[in-house]
Structures are given as structure tokens and as C-alpha cells.
């Protein structure tokens, strides 16, 4: 049982807008930075996302992240079906004095 | 370019020691944080620990009973062992680079190798 909660599964159609979740606490998400993660099928996970809502050389800006109280948003907008990965979210837990990750989430293009 | 990869026997049985050594290319391991993670099949990610400064570890409370990180600054890899295996520990086991600011709350994973599946079965 992860922590950080995210859906299973999200699916949009290509060209439109997904948004994945990220439901923590406040020892983690909320006093913390979130990370999301890119895992295209047979690839090391990519960051996408850091400090919320940083976006490091090289990530379209079609990907953007958010953060309010115990929770963190992924968005992906134009989707692509290249886009089609596991995502994973991920931020320090201050009780646990570990890092922790979301379940992830598969996006299908469909 | 960082490039991180993972290596060792993909089958362990149980109660033996898991092995496996991330060798780091395109950067000195002796800057920044180097973690192992892992994922079990159908779970998420779990966070073993990390090794910083050539040979300081931290090791998640759960497992420090019987984690290892290890350092060989001579071939730029670093090496985990996870003793007295069960099903439990079949998992991809990945290492990563691991930055950010804020001491480490704003820890992020920025780069990562493939992944090496062990499996533990007699």
C-alpha cells in the first residue's frame, strides 16, 4: 500500500487534456516538493516534474504540475500517443525520514 | 550524459542475499546521492536507501536490518545487498541519481537505469 495515492488508470483520446492525481499528507506532500515520473513501456523512468511544478531541459511544456494542501496534480495537455507511460508521483515523507512514491497511474491513448 | 545500469543474478532463493551493482558512467559517483529503489510486481515504487560522499549510507527503517549500500570508487558503482530474501523482495530494482534542495525536501530522481528484475523462488 503506497502512501501517495494515485489512480490506477486514466485515458483520453489524442489531442485533449488528462489530469493524474496525487493524494498525500501533510508529513509528506504538503510540507514537502512533489516529483512526477515518466515510465514509457520498457524504459528507465524519466523526471518530468520537480518541486511541484519545475520542469527540467528537455519536457515539454505540455506536461505541467500543481500542488494544493495534501495533493499534487500532473497535467498533460495535446496528448500524444507517445505519451502512453506509467506516471508516477513521488516527495520526502518527514515522519518516515524516507522517500515516498505514488502506486502510479497508466495512461492509455486511446 | 549520466547512464546508470544495473546488474546481477536475476534469480535468488530464498533466505540467501540479493546482490546487484549500478555502474555509473558519464559522471563521478563520488558527487551526489545514489539510491536503489524498487518495485514489486503490481505495487509502487518503494525507496531502499542512498549512499552520498563515496561511502555514507542512509537506509530506509524498514530494511536497514538487512540492507548494505557499498561503494567501489575505483570501477565509479555502487552495490546492494538485501540479506534473508523472500517472495516479498521480488522486485525491478532500479538505482538513480538523486538531487534537489531543501535538504531533502525536494529530493527528485533525475536520472535511472532500466531496471533489473530479481526474482526470489527456490
Known amino acids: 500500500q503506497s502512501l501517495l495515492t494515485q489512480p490506477p488508470s486514466v485515458s483520453a483520446a489524442p489531442g485533449q487534456k488528462v489530469t493524474i492525481s496525487c493524494s498525500g499528507s501533510s508529513s509528506n506532500i504538503e510540507n514537502n516538493y512533489v516529483s512526477w515520473y515518466q515510465r514509457l513501456p520498457g524504459t528507465a523512468p524519466k523526471v518530468l516534474i520537480y518541486d511541484n511544478d519545475k520542469r527540467p531541459s528537455g519536457t515539454p511544456d505540455r506536461f505541467s504540475g500543481s500542488k494544493s494542501g495534501t495533493s499534487a496534480t500532473l497535467g498533460i495537455t495535446g496528448l500524444q500517443t507517445g505519451d502512453e507511460a506509467d506516471y508516477f508521483c513521488g516527495t520526502w515523507d518527514s515522519s518516515l525520514s524516507a522517500v515516498v512514491f505514488g502506486g502510479g497511474t497508466k495512461l492509455t491513448v486511446l | 550524459q549520466v547512464q546508470l545500469q544495473e546488474s546481477g543474478p536475476g534469480l535468488v532463493k530464498p533466505s540467501e542475499t540479493l546482490s546487484l551493482t549500478c555502474t555509473v558512467s558519464?559522471?563521478?559517483?563520488?558527487?551526489?546521492?545514489w539510491s536503489w529503489i524498487r518495485q514489486p510486481p503490481g505495487k509502487g515504487l518503494e525507496w531502499i536507501g542512498y549512499?552520498?560522499?563515496?561511502?555514507?549510507?542512509y537506509i530506509k527503517h524498514s530494511l536497514k536490518s538487512r540492507v548494505t549500500i557499498s561503494t567501489d570508487t575505483s570501477k565509479n558503482q555502487f552495490s546492494l545487498k538485501l540479506s534473508s530474501v523472500t517472495a516479498a523482495d521480488t522486485a525491478v530494482y532500479y538505482c538513480?541519481?538523486?538531487?534537489?534542495?531543501?535538504?531533502?525536501?525536494?529530493?527528485?530522481?533525475?536520472?535511472w537505469g532500466q531496471g533489473a528484475l530479481v526474482t526470489v523462488s527456490s
Open positions: 538513480a541519481r538523486h538531487t534537489g534542495g531543501d535538504g531533502f525536501r525536494g529530493v527528485y530522481f533525475d536520472y
Open positions: 558519464g559522471g563521478s559517483i563520488s558527487s551526489h546521492y
Open positions: 549512499m552520498f560522499n563515496s561511502g555514507s549510507t
